[in-house]
């Protein structure tokens, strides 16, 4: 039965010299309490050094979903800057591109007299040859808005014969007409000889 004491305090010293030798202070190394209250103290600490990691792991997981939801919509945000260079550390303009960059895409035949829906900006772009003869004419019309049924008129070009020269060469026109994207356009054309008439799209950015 005298040994106990020894084994109690034996017991205690052990603990100490451990990792919790810092913790001096704390009341679990109370050498008047019963070997069952510090082992109890022990293990009250333990249980909220546990809650406290718990606590920690959690919120890791969370700022780690935060940080993986952060990085798939890095490409929605908007930054304002006043100047922005590619391949410069020194941007003279709004947009600065030292280097090459595509802006168009494919071009694309299209029709005459035929409604057409833009899926990116772009250009339409007009040929009208007329063949040398005489009396011949053709004019081409460019419409553009946003309405389904375009009617507002944008561009207009035309081509006649070089009658009255006593001699007659092909004649060449045409037009560019820029439309926005998702406005609706069309290309109407008039005359006689309109054959020659060739309608081209050509988008911007695919």
Known sequence: MKKRPKLQAAILAALASSSYADDKDDNCFDYNKSLPKVLECFQNRLDTQRLQLDTQQKRIAELEKENQSLRQQTGTFTVSIDNVGIGTTSSGATLHVNGTIKVFGAWENKAVNTVYQASTDGFVVV????????????????????????????????????????????????????????????????????????????????
């Open 127 to 206: 040929n009208l040859i007329m063949p040398s003869g005489s009396g011949r004419s053709c004019a081409a019309q460019g419409f553009t808005d946003s309405k389904s049924s375009p009617a507002t008129l944008r561009i207009s070009a035309s081509v006649v014969d070089n009658g009255g020269y006593g001699y007659s060469w092909p004649q060449y026109g045409g037009f560019n007409m820029p439309v926005r994207k998702g406005n609706y356009w069309k290309v109407t054309t008039r005359g006689n000889v309109c054959s020659g008439a060739f309608v081209n799209w050509m988008p911007l950015g695919n």
